[in-house]
């Protein structure tokens, strides 16, 4: 072509490739792998999510509903069921505060070991088992005699409150690139506030109703949902873009039109 100097067009194509190169290579670092060459057809219900949005939204939708499960309805709802729970078994507050307190500690665990658990199994099952677990933490807490029972089936909720929050957590980077990670990881965080809404609404409803023995119930209720967002999880969350045939969100082509040039 001609040269700028004497009036022609510049060749934007090299500096398109340079800033293609290195958006892959800072894409790369950080587990952004570029698309495939053929997409895959996902099939049933995920494939038909992926083809009228891009699937990190769903999965940053998924990850909300973790949240609400793991931590505002196993974590925070405690709050709302200890003064009954007090009263039905006599508990001293010193015991109500060791409850909680093994519930921190589990919590604790969880999240120091959830990165080692994703390494193995991945993402979605890491998840999956984790909610299964609260799940039946949360049901043995509903059936319990004593604080003998709750405190150790309070720890294991702990445990599986970690490990699920921290692993669908780190799907955020697979998922979105850095321009979008603030936003996706925002949606999923508001699931615990959620969870405290509907946990204000249910829990009186229910202590007003049932009295003192009216905690169970509430717990019982409570493993339920749970148990109904970890089906959820294990049907539709992915770990991975590339397993649908996708670049992360918002890892765009370069545009022409954003080159400076020297």
Do not use: K
């Not at 969880?110 to 039946?136: E, S």
Request: charged fraction near 10%; glycine fraction near 14%; include cysteine.
């Amino acid at each position: 072509g001609v040269p700028p100097a004497l009036g022609g067009t510049p060749d934007l194509a090299p500096w398109a490739t340079h800033c293609r190169r290195r958006r892959g290579a800072e894409g790369s670092s950080v587990g952004h792998d570029r698309p495939p060459d053929r997409a895959v057809r996902a099939p049933g219900a995920v494939g038909w999510l992926a083809g009228r949005v891009h699937y990190g939204w769903v999965i940053a939708l998924l990850g909300m509903a973790t949240v609400f499960a793991c931590l505002g309805i196993a974590r925070f709802s405690l709050g709302m069921l200890l003064p009954s729970m007090r009263a039905d078994l006599a508990l001293s507050y010193t015991v109500l505060g060791w409850i909680s307190t093994a519930n921190f500690v589990g919590y604790l665990v969880g999240a120091l070991g959830a990165g080692q658990v994703v390494a193995r199994i991945g993402a979605r099952r890491t998840v999956l088992a984790a909610l299964l677990t609260v799940t039946a933490s949360l049901g043995v807490v509903a059936g319990a005699a004593g604080v003998a029972v709750i405190l150790p089936a309070y720890l294991i909720t702990g445990v599986g409150s970690g490990v699920a929050n921290v692993a669908v957590m780190g799907l955020v980077p697979h998922w979105f690139h850095r321009r979008a990670r603030g936003r996706a990881s925002g949606i999923m965080v508001i699931g615990s506030g959620f969870a405290l809404m509907g946990s204000g609404l249910l829990i009186p409803e229910l202590t007003a109703r049932w009295g003192a023995p009216g905690w169970r119930l509430g717990w019982a209720i409570l493993a339920a949902v749970v148990f109904a967002v970890a089906i959820t999880v294990g049907v539709f969350l992915r770990n991975h873009p590339r397993e649908l045939g996708l670049a992360p969100h918002g890892d765009d082509p370069v545009s022409y039109t954003h080159l400076t040039l020297p």
